[in-house]
């Protein structure tokens, strides 16, 4: 399929996502089924399959393919979660098994995180290695700081999750813990920020702002949903819960921006190997003229 | 004893086959000499061959027009080329940022530059050679290859091993 394809498929699946997910929040009580499940998982397919192809252009043994390994089994772990949830909410176990059955996708879920956790400390490792993302600002900090204020907000209404309620003692613990485990790669999210600032723009720049938008949307959208803002200000939650579905989409997206850059080296490569004269000069004049 | 065909008049007779007076000679001796005949068979068996053979492998490498154009082009693009056979190091360096910096950006560029040229550079030398260019580009391809992938290094290795850099 070509890539430009991909790209108007997963803005169609980044705004159904959103309009869907604002549907059900606004005014609340709108039943989608489990439509926003189906959409998730196609996401992470599109993602594992893009994370494959990235991860086959990096040489084995690196850290960056050791990244892209990490975020293909995030993915996988996420298809495996919304997959299960589809398939809970069809087998109508919301109603009967919600605090056991279905409270076993914290399972997944857990493992997707420490998985992109992992991904992005890896990713991170690779610039630091060029002494890129290894020196803050101010402004970093403060947003650390934004970031790290969301994690005692969303576990004092940790009642309100999901899973709080689930019958097992070790789900119960993984639903804790995700406060911290969305805020671990949003504060990541800070550092791919400062390493696209340093990077000074490039296709990888995009990357890495598709991925701080996930991080940070996700984690703004679980924020909403737990919250007391979901009573207070059900507008506000349902813009920042529609935010959150469509931010699923970003990450396909920003391996789909990787893999374009792939694409497009491979072709220059080509270029100029069946007419380095040519490409150079064109190289050249490009030089001249930026002068 | 019979005066069989020499060398000299064998040569004579293929270079120039017409009605000379030698040719003549040689033509009146092969109707009455068996052994002869036979040389002259041989020869034109050789010839025979050689013909068959040139057509053969005339087919095995034809190229079509679009072809011959392709290589007439990539010929003019070298020769080119040729006009800027003395790039030096430094502007070669810059051509090559300049080439990675819509994929990496500009800060990238410059850290994976600066790394590759502290790994190719002795501590007592400050700046790139043409003598150290070469492993300059490997180094830098390698750069390249752990943050953007194995396709920009590649091509960082294709486009700097194509730039042919002078003492500056």
Partial sequence: ?291 | MQNHITDADWLRFFDAPGDCEDNQRVREHLAGCARCANVLESFESVRQGLVTEKDRIRGAVALSDSEIDSLLGRCLAQIGTERHAGWSAAEATLLLRLLIEPICGHGTAGATINLARRRSLPVTEENLTSKSWSIFISNLSDAMSSICGAAAGRLVRRAGFSIAVQEG
């Avoid at chain 1, 506000?236 to 391996?255: D, K, Q, R």
């Fill in chain 1, 1 to 291: 399929m070509p890539l430009r394809r991909v790209e108007a498929l997963l803005w169609a699946g980044f705004s159904a996502s959103a309009v869907l997910v604002a549907y059900r929040e606004w005014p609340r009580g709108h039943s989608i089924f489990a439509v926003d499940q189906l959409l998730y998982t196609a996401a992470y397919v599109v993602a594992l399959w893009l994370c494959l192809r990235v991860l086959s252009d990096h040489t084995i043994g690196s850290t960056m393919r050791l990244a892209w390994m990490m975020m293909a089994w995030s993915s996988i772990f996420s298809i495996i979660r919304h997959t299960f949830e589809f398939g809970a909410r069809a087998a109508g176990w919301e109603t009967t098994r919600l605090h056991t059955t279905v409270s076993l996708r914290q399972i997944p879920i857990v493992l997707a995180l420490v998985c992109l956790t992992a991904g992005l400390i890896a990713m991170w490792a690779s610039f630091a290695a060029l002494g890129m993302g290894v020196r803050f600002q101010w402004m970093d900090l403060v947003w650390a700081a934004l970031i790290l204020a969301f994690v005692p907000l969303i576990i004092n209404s940790h009642e309100n999750m999901q899973d709080a309620h689930s019958a097992w003692p070790l789900i119960r613990y993984l639903q804790s813990a995700s406060p911290v485990l969305l805020a671990i790669p949003a504060l990541l999210g800070v550092v791919l920020h400062r390493i696209r600032q340093e990077m000074g723009g490039g296709q990888l720049a995009v990357v890495f702002r598709l991925f701080i938008a996930f991080l940070l949307l996700r984690l703004v959208a679980l924020s909403a949903s737990v919250t007391a803002i979901r009573v207070e200000l059900p507008v506000l939650a349902a813009i920042a819960e529609a935010g959150g579905a469509a931010a699923v989409w970003l990450f396909p997206m920003a391996a789909l921006k990787r893999w374009q850059m792939t694409v497009a080296a491979s072709e220059l490569a080509r270029r100029y190997e069946s007419n380095p004269g040519a490409e150079l000069e064109r190289l050249a004049s490009r030089s001249t003229g930026d002068v």
